[in-house]
Nanobody, 126 residues
Framework: QVQLVESGGGLVQAGGSLRLSCTGS????????MGWFRQPPGKGREFVAS????????TYADSVKGRFTISRDNAKNTVFLQMASLKPEDTAVYFC???????????????????WGQGTQVTVSS
């Protein structure tokens, strides 16, 4: 069983920054590809960013390219999402997710993620 716990959400003004963290635990958690997704109010969940198991490969949604950065610390089983130049449209519940396979690549497809955190709220005021 794998557990993912996000932290770092909150309220920030437009143009500000936040850093989200997601720490994984469990017997089978061993360097999987990791992703961040978000669900804006009244909308479906969407892809934000993804990292390969090593961190060398990353992908981003067009809407966050150049503003968000995904990174990871495998020694601590933690993945981060550094968010800068935040906009009101970034307001959402942010979820981290892990792929099942060890040493897996980055992916933007939700169907390839089998473990999900409980989500953390990010609110950007204008």
């Amino acid at each position: 069983q794998v557990q993912l716990v996000e932290s770092g959400g909150g309220l920030v003004q437009a143009g500000g920054s936040l850093r989200l963290s997601c720490t994984g635990s469990g017997r089978t958690f061993s360097r999987p590809g990791m992703g961040w997704f978000r669900q804006p109010p009244g909308k479906g969940r969407e892809f934000v960013a993804s990292s390969s198991w090593s961190g060398a490969g990353t992908t981003y949604a067009d809407s966050v390219k150049g503003r968000f950065t995904i990174s990871r610390d495998n020694a601590k089983n933690t993945v981060f999402l550094q968010m800068a130049s935040l906009k009101p449209e970034d307001t959402a519940v942010y979820f981290c997710a892990a792929r099942r396979l060890t040493y897996s690549s980055a992916s933007s497809f939700q169907s390839e993620y089998v473990y999900w955190g409980q989500g953390t709220q990010v609110t950007v005021s204008s």
